[in-house]
Antibody
Framework: QVQVVQSGAEVKKPGASVRVSCKASGYSFTSNYMHWVRQAPGQGLEWLGIINPSGGSSFYAENFQGRVTMTRDTSTSTVYMELSSLRFEDTAVYYC?????????????WGQGTPVTVSS | DIQMTQSPSSLSAFVGHRVTITCRASQDISNSLAWFQQKPGKAPKSLIYGAFSLQSGVPSKFSGSGFGTDFTLTISNLQPEDFATYYCQQYDSYPYTFGQGTKLEIK
């Protein structure tokens, strides 16, 4: 069965970087895009961007361009999201979610979420 | 960016009743619309894609409709486990965007 498992909680200081991992299993890793979405405490969902695990190409939301980098390791079926120059307002739960087979924009399977806290 | 506006922001309903949530896009998105359910402390769960197609394993009490800019999610025969927050999301064009959410509570 499809599974998407994320790394554990992180606490970072302002200005630092954080890298969150997302390990996929139960399907052909390079056949489906992977998205990243975040949710600040008590707030709604915000889309960060998407990566194609096949070739490694990515697209980032304008709000995060210059600060976010999405990469993948096909040998371990893992995608990574790194966010730099962290600010207090980056405190959120970060989710990875798989793009559906023929409709890559539909997020069908979600990871459990990784809480990231930015605190001095 | 395409703005997604849900209404209402919150609503309460009785067990056994039916509710409808509306989602409006700021421009035509064809049928590139998905719905998600989220419970406190949990990841969102996918319900519907393509405006009306049920994700595998989702019960038929959930139904979606709409095209272009106006969409609805209807939940019939409400049960305690259905009380949650619901989000719509457009995937017509980057950046993908979500509605602000509709919190469904038990009356």
């Amino acid at each position: 069965q499809v599974q998407v498992v994320q790394s554990g909680a992180e606490v970072k200081k302002p200005g630092a970087s954080v890298r969150v991992s997302c390990k996929a299993s139960g399907y052909s890793f390079t056949s489906n895009y992977m998205h990243w979405v975040r949710q600040a405490p008590g707030q709604g969902l915000e889309w960060l961007g998407i990566i194609n695990p096949s070739g490694g190409s990515s697209f980032y939301a304008e709000n995060f361009q210059g600060r976010v980098t999405m990469t993948r390791d096909t040998s371990t079926s893992t995608v990574y999201m790194e966010l730099s120059s962290l600010r207090f307002e980056d405190t959120a739960v970060y989710y990875c979610a798989r793009g559906f087979d023929d409709i890559s924009g539909f997020l069908d399977y979600w990871g459990q979420g990784t809480p990231v806290t930015v605190s001095s | 960016d395409i703005q997604m506006t849900q209404s209402p922001s919150s609503l309460s309903a009785f067990v056994g009743h039916r509710v409808t949530i509306t989602c409006r896009a700021s421009q035509d998105i064809s049928n590139s619309l998905a719905w998600f359910q989220q419970k406190p402390g949990k990841a969102p769960k996918s319900l519907i894609y393509g405006a009306f197609s049920l994700q595998s394993g989702v019960p038929s009490k959930f139904s979606g409709s709409g095209f272009g800019t106006d969409f609805t999610l209807t939940i019939s025969n409400l049960q305690p486990e259905d009380f949650a927050t619901y989000y719509c999301q457009q995937y017509d064009s980057y950046p993908y965007t979500f509605g602000q959410g509709t919190k469904l509570e038990i009356k």
